[in-house]
């Protein structure tokens, strides 16, 4: 796997990447660190035109100890690199990744935090990586432990596993092994597959069951590197003015299409799942409504 750009974790966190009118937006919760000592998390910001941006943030345990003070710490380097980021509740921020953003990622590094979760509206699949080799026991000594689960709209499935239970063998591919034997048998009533893949699982997901979220929980309490996921956004879909059904041409098959996305923006996105709302957005203000009939006419009419 490319460290460098599969990867999307966090330090007990809840994170929600998802495709809008205006690009992606990432929604983020964070919980407190256990590290004892300063350590970095690092943002990674991949595009659909190959370019990337990384942005290391610094999470000290005492003056970041809360999570409202984590989150604001990683909106302030967020914010510091030219990334269009806010903080929402406590524990929570925003990244406006914009409509180029193709995946966002953040590898934990040693801030050693049991549970994180990513999840986006219709993702088209996330991972969850444990590389390299984990030191058996947490901070303060007790067996370390390590999460997996899936987020869908049915629900959260989350299983733990301790290093006791491995027997201490906390290399990667033990514990991915141990946690898809726990967690893959269940996954399919939460509208996911689970696929083991040495160090990391592999999070596929029913579109019928994750179009309002789906995602990946990971986590561990070792200090030791190397617990990342990861969420790939789902490509936006292309703007084709008229064409309210999507079938490649403008007439009158398109009215329908069109009343319905000026009732119900959702009614339509159910009913058209192909297709982009923003096809009856004449003029160009972000919605489809009666203001656009018009020039929705008109162009029917040529």
């Not at 964070?30 to 990384?54: F, I």
């Not at 993702?123 to 899936?150: H, L, N």
């Amino acid at each position: 796997m490319n460290r460098s750009f599969t990867s999307v974790a966090v330090g007990s966190l809840i994170a929600l990447i998802g495709s809008t009118a205006n690009g992606a937006v990432v929604k983020v919760r964070v919980s407190a660190p256990t590290c004892n000592a300063p350590q970095v998390l690092t943002v990674r910001l991949l595009n659909h035109n190959g370019s990337s941006q990384v942005v290391p943030v610094v999470i000290d345990p005492v003056a970041h100890a809360s999570p409202a003070a984590k989150a604001a710490a990683v909106v302030a380097a967020l914010q510091n690199a030219g990334v269009s980021a806010q903080p929402l509740g406590v524990g929570e921020f925003q990244i406006d990744g914009g409509p180029n953003l193709k995946e966002a990622s953040l590898e934990v590094g040693s801030t050693g935090e049991q549970s994180d979760v990513i999840k986006s509206p219709e993702p088209t699949r996330s991972t969850a990586a444990f590389q390299g080799a984990f030191e058996p026991c947490d901070p303060v000594g007790q067996p370390a432990i390590f999460t997996a689960g899936i987020v869908t709209d049915i629900g959260e499935l989350t299983v733990r596993i301790s290093a006791q239970e491995l027997n201490f063998q906390t290399e990667g591919p033990v514990i991915c092994q141990a946690l898809f034997q726990r967690l893959a048998p269940r996954a399919p009533q939460y509208g996911a597959q689970i696929n083991y893949a040495g160090d990391r699982l592999e999070v596929y997901f029913d579109p019928a069951y994750s179009i309002t979220m789906g995602g990946i929980v990971f986590g561990t309490t070792s200090l030791s590197p190397g617990a990342e996921g990861m969420v790939v956004i789902r490509p936006p879909i292309p703007i084709t003015p008229d064409d309210m059904n999507c079938d490649g041409l403008v007439n009158g098959l398109d009215v329908d299409g069109f009343i319905l996305a000026i009732l119900s923006r959702n009614a339509y996105e159910a009913k058209y799942p192909g297709c982009n709302y923003l096809n009856g957005d004449m003029n160009s203000n972000g919605e489809v409504t009666v203001e656009d009939t018009d020039a929705f006419v008109a162009r029917l009419a040529q």
